[in-house]
């Protein structure tokens, strides 16, 4: 049996760095320093009643049925929960059936975090800087093995990526926080909403039980009125009253353009005059180009005019004629139209005298059956010489309907702000400012669309069209049990808001598509994956910061999630 060297007394280590003395045998960490105090005996610490010379510690031989003896060998890997099958050849206790003191190889890493590393990986001439970035496990350096300390480097990288992610940390909080404020935001609004629409509903129904009483004595003064307009006469007159502003219009346009015309033609005659003159002094002899183009020109144009043209043209008579005031003896008569009582409402209940004689009794039986049946209804005046409903019954009757639709639209807004209110949105009613918004992820021969609080999407890139996976119907809470990912990107441990998503489109011979949509704290919204567990079942891991802690918000429980 070799021994390893004598066992120093160590005074209490309870508070001393995560570094081991030198003076502790190999391999035991600082929280089992008071086990090996310098003693001639050693006690085994799971089994005090085996006790052991202290120089068999580290002596290469497991002799403690807990291994406790060998904290800096592999003498007692055996015992680890890592270690393969036993008893190996030459174990003492023959079983694993024992449970190890120690929880491994303990490895100081000065300059990063003291680990334990398992009794297995002891002297096995591998370096597992990942667990022992000072190599001391490797001590025996079996095989020529020599692992140089890298802790210097690993414990600066490890450093780095701790504030990396104690920075995102606070962004996410961060975002969080912004994320929350418009939720409140955005929840005042809906509540202000709510408290305005309530006001005005009430006034609303006031509005209604006056205008409809108003309508009722307006309609009833109105009943049996002769309801023609005073001196505006019927349809007919407000034509005739239009057409005549209309022709005046015209009329003074013409003669407008018959001015306009006047004076073009004088230009012309003018330019012709020039030109013409032109034609007759320019002197041929003289090779000016630009003179003999104009000249050609003009005996072109002279030319063309000479053989006529054939349109018609405006006899100044007729123009003279149409420009001259309408009166009794010209143009249209308008007086007679004005002054003629009949309205258009009287011609059409004068129908009967248009007829036929040999008709006129029938229909005229008929047409008064239809009438009692409309005023009845209150579809026409009670009065046939009416033009049918006046303007000051039309503007209480629309004042009384605009008020009762006014109403209903305030209440149906007010109920669906109240349902609105009411929708649970999460912690801190945080999903409150995400609603409607959308991010997604590709995979496969799918895009994944995940829209908060409305639903989610497979939408295929081959063109077959977007398939509904599900509509938003509440959220739960769920432990997740995953490996933590390097990348951050995992749903780790713990509980986890989920958002149920159910009742999407039909699966082929089974049933509607649905999702869980599972979140995890991250500084952006993101879908990490997408998966179909059974058929049409679908999981979504998504990162987003409304699933944060607010790290630094005061009075904020001290969870990590949720
Ligand atoms: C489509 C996709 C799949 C689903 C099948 C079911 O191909 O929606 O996700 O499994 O339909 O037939």
Redesign the pocket.
Known sequence: MRRTGALVLLGSIAHSSIVASESLPRGVGPEFAKFYESKPTFACIGNPSVVLSSSQINDNSCDCPDGSDEPGTAACANIDALSPEQPLPGSLTGTTNATAALPGFWCANEGHLGSYVPFLYVNDGVCDYDLCCDGSEEYAHVGGTKCENRCDVIGKEWRRVEEEHRQSKERSAKRRRTLVKESRELRRRVESKITALRDEIKDLEVKKIELQKKFEDVERSERGKVVKAEGQGGKLSVLVGLAKARVAELRDTLDKVLDQRDDLQDKIERLEDILKKLKEEYNPNFNDEGVKAAVKSWEDYAAGDAAGSSKTEVVDADVMEILKEDGETSGINWAEFVEDGTSDADVVYNLEAYLPSFARDWVHEKLQLVRVWMIENGILADNPASTGESILVTAAREALEAAKNDYNSKTTALEESEVELAKDYGPDDIFRALKGKCVSTHVGEYEYELCWHDKTT?KSKKGHGN?NMGNFVRIDREMADEEERADGKGLGKGQRLVLRYDNGQG??NGPNRRTDVWLKCAETDEVWRVS?SE??VYKMEVGTPAACEDVNEPGVRAKDEL
């Open positions: 497979q398939t699966c082929w179909e058929k049409c």
